[in-house]
């Protein structure tokens, strides 16, 4: 008789991604992860072929691209998952030397400077280039977006703007103190008010003080899908003298938020 093939919780999934429960409901509901069976009491069981799919839906997330874009990618009929591991492990292998170099250079510097010698350009010159590739291979662009209920606004920002559910994180008290949200080829941290820092929300401000602009592949159907959600509409799809079509809206706490694409 086969053995029986593990089955993993939705906690236990959730700790060993690094992702939440609520994420993987989240994915769940959109059909991008669904668990295999369910518990007689109601709880999600995931099998293999779904810890599979998870491990690739964080390869496609880590380059970028969106939840959509990752669901049409997973249904490749010519996926090959030993070369997508092997491709993770080189580029991580990459990244690793490319620090390690940079640090044996900037460590030769560091000597030539302690003895009150001047490292020469071309010495400089090297150590851009190994800057420029670790900066190239491990950095990514983040913004951040201040709340005073992160949870509302991640659940916010996922169903009406459509944007990616990243992970939510939580303190002893177990309130929410930190959110991310996947934007296209960016992630947007939600964080909490801090007036040590002279951080608050647009709603405890009564103004906001910035616009969050997120490239769309519709304009239009984008705003349809906001105004049936509910979405507080600032003005409707327009074409802009400066080349593109936009929509603007509101989220609860007062941020104000452009949705656009280059116009035709």
């Known amino acids: 008789m086969a053995p029986e093939e593990a089955a993993y919780k939705v906690g236990e999934l959730a700790r060993a991604s690094g992702l939440t429960v609520r994420t993987l409901r989240y994915y769940d509901r959109i059909g991008l992860l669904c668990p295999s069976r369910w518990t007689g009491g109601g709880h999600r069981l995931y ?33 090959d998952l030993p070369g997508a591991v092997r491709g993770h492990l080189a580029s991580l292998d990459g990244r690793l030397a490319a620090a390690h170099r940079l640090r ?12 009150a010698d001047v490292p020469t350009a071309v010495e400089f010159f090297e150590a851009m280039e190994e800057m420029a590739m670790v900066d190239g291979t491990v950095r990514r662009r983040i913004s951040i977006l201040v709340y005073e209920d992160i949870a509302a606004m991640h659940d916010y920002l996922v169903r009406v703007f459509g944007l990616g559910a990243g992970p939510l994180a939580h303190d002893g008290q177990g309130r929410c103190v930190h959110g991310e949200v996947d934007a296209g080829d960016g992630v947007i941290w939600l964080h909490r008010q801090a007036p040590e820092y002279g951080l608050a929300s647009p709603k ?61």
């Open 47 to 79: 099998g293999e072929a779904e810890v599979r799919r998870l491990y690739r839906i964080l390869l496609m997330r880590g380059a970028g691209l969106s939840l959509a874009d990752i669901g049409r990618a997973l249904d490749d009929p010519d996926w």
């Open 204 to 264: 405890a401000l009564g103004a906001a003080t910035a616009t969050t602009a997120v490239m769309v592949g519709s304009v239009d159907e984008h705003y349809r899908r906001a105004v049936a959600e509910g979405a507080d509409i600032v003005y409707a799809p327009v074409d802009q003298p400066y080349g593109y079509r936009e929509y603007s809206a509101r989220d609860p706490e007062g941020a104000l938020w452009s949705f656009m694409a280059p116009a035709e």
């Open 104 to 115: 044996d250079r900037l460590s030769a510097m560091a000597a030539t400077l302690d003895r």
